[in-house]
């Protein structure tokens, strides 16, 4: 069998970054899905990780993430490139997938970059879009679970803004941490 080319490797991650935008859930949740796993090890083996997580980040800072709720004021669509509208409910909630992605692409590691992504994660734990509240509790959940034997140093990963800012967050999840 022959190894993808990296054009091939670009144009499946292009498909699946625009698949968090489609008009079905089940293909949104299943695009956020696949891009944990190319995080996880796609990306890692060919270096091209940090390039998808800072466009995952990119993503949610465009659709108004971030800075402790403030959004920007938007119309009831957006159009693509290619002339298609999308709902903007359903464009918020692909730049949430794209964010959980980034978290739950780390489940036992905080990594620089972890901090200020649960920290914009949880400006959107207020939205009106019970799509995006489910993954943001969803996603701190996972989170929560996933770093509850090390929560000291997890804690301490946190400047104290960012820990009151994420603790937004975390209060939605269910908690397993005594």
């Known amino acids: ?7 091939d490797r670009d144009g499946l991650r292009d498909a699946v970054f625009l698949a968090l935008t489609d ?3 089940e293909v949104r949740l299943l695009a956020g899905e696949s891009l944990i796993g190319f995080m996880r090890g796609v990306c890692v083996v060919n270096g091209a990780e940090r390039a998808l997580r800072a466009r995952c980040l990119k993503a949610g800072a465009d ?9 920007r004021r938007e119309t009831p669509a957006a159009t693509e490139d290619d002339g298609t509208s999308i709902d903007v409910s359903t464009r ?12 739950l692409s ?13 920290e914009t994660l949880a400006s ?10 489910d993954t943001v509790r969803r996603t701190f959940s996972e989170f929560k679970k996933t770093h ?6 997890t804690k301490a990963a946190f400047t104290a803004e960012q820990w009151d800012n994420v603790s937004i967050g975390m209060e939605l999840a269910p908690s397993y941490i005594v």
């Open 148 to 153: 509850q034997d090390t929560w000291a140093d």
């Open 106 to 118: 780390a489940p036992y590691d905080v990594p620089s970059w972890l901090p200020g992504t649960l």
């Open 23 to 25: 008009a079905q859930i």
């Open 124 to 133: 959107w734990s207020s939205d009106p879009s019970r799509h995006v509240k």
């Open 63 to 71: 659709a108004g993430g971030g800075g402790g709720g403030r959004r």
């Open 92 to 103: 918020r909630h692909g730049a949430v997938l794209a964010l959980s992605a980034c978290v």
């Open 1 to 7: 069998m022959e190894r993808p080319s990296d054009a």
